[in-house]
């Protein structure tokens, strides 16, 4: 009888909850950029009211803080599975390889980067990261000052990925902004034409692919390990 009671009654909802809300917008984020990540569409991936949405997440900025931290902490159960020796000079190979453990991620969500720029600096996912890449740094031999150069230096390349020098849009050439200024700018403009990214599953952005992400990580840790070694 209870059987068939339920089945008259449809299937059973599973309660909304800020965690379900979260990664229903992160699935959203992933099909279709976060420019498809609104409330209304939010509520009905989760087959829910849109006022309902509003008991779990105050707002859009809300959605968008709380994504950031979905991600941080999916970032973080990756690189806390890593087992790599840090001692000494094998800090350098442990810090690359939790980096691009990091971008693997999100190459699965390509949007985070641009949401992870303007508003995760204080999420305690963030913080946590940085501290535990701080920790291998100090394992190889870093003074605390070194290690603060050494974050400044990495910047945003230290969660993954790296900030754009320029942003084409369609990526299919030079910014649209500078294409008037041939004349002027010759050597930029002669760079611009001529560079290529034509790997777009390892991409990020127009000028960040694995092949020059990886290029200047490496020069940036090839630098602090000669400083590490000139202090030690």
């Not at 990664?23 to 509520?43: N, Q």
């Not at 754009?164 to 002669?190: C, I, N, Q, T």
Request: one cysteine or more; a negative charge; charged letters at 30%.
């Amino acid at each position: 009888m209870h059987v068939a009671a339920d089945a008259e009654a449809g299937p059973v909802r599973v309660p909304l909850s800020r965690d379900r809300v979260l990664r229903a917008a992160v699935r959203l984020a992933d099909e279709g950029g976060i420019g498809a990540l609104t409330m209304r569409r939010l509520a009905d991936e989760l087959g829910a009211e849109a006022m309902s949405l509003y008991y779990h997440v105050a707002n859009k900025d809300e959605v968008l803080d709380g994504i950031a931290d979905v991600v941080a902490r999916e970032i973080n159960e990756v690189v806390d599975a890593l087992d790599l020796p840090s001692a000494g000079a094998q800090w350098k190979s442990a810090v690359r390889r939790r980096i691009l453990a990091a971008r693997e991620v999100l190459l699965r969500h390509p949007w985070a980067p641009a949401v992870l720029e303007t508003r995760a600096a204080m999420s305690p996912e963030i913080l946590r990261y940085h501290d535990r890449l701080l920790g291998l740094m100090r394992d190889g031999g870093f003074s605390y000052d070194l290690g603060h150069h050494a974050l400044h230096a990495l910047g945003s390349r230290a969660l993954g990925f790296s900030q754009e020098l320029f942003d084409p849009g369609d990526g299919s050439g030079p910014p649209e902004e500078l294409a008037g200024y041939a004349d002027r700018l010759p050597h930029l403009l002669g760079m611009l034409s001529e560079i290529a990214h034509d790997d777009p599953d390892s991409t990020l952005g127009w000028c960040d692919d694995q092949a020059e992400f990886e290029f200047g990580l490496d020069l940036i840790l090839d630098g602090l390990d000669r400083l590490r070694e000139r202090s030690s």
